[in-house]
């Protein structure tokens, strides 16, 4: 996945424009290393699935 369309899917999640991301084993990875570096990282959430999937949402409140 290139660095651009997770940095563009993160932005989408953060500004609401879409509700949640699955993010497949092989994705993980390299989404999780540009989504650790952004400030509001402690407004996503991840939500494991079967098969090593994650369902990424962003919240308004960070967690703690």
Do not use: C, W
Not at 50 to 58: F, P, R
Request: charged fraction near 35%; charge should be negative; glycine fraction near 2%.
């Amino acid at each position: 996945m290139e660095t651009k369309e997770i940095e563009r899917i993160l932005d989408q999640l953060a500004n609401k424009e879409i509700s949640e991301y699955k993010v497949s084993k092989e994705q993980f990875m390299d989404f999780r290393q540009l989504l650790i570096k952004r400030p509001d990282f402690k407004h996503f959430r991840g939500i494991a699935e079967h098969n090593a999937e994650i369902i990424y949402q962003y919240t308004d409140t960070a967690r703690s």
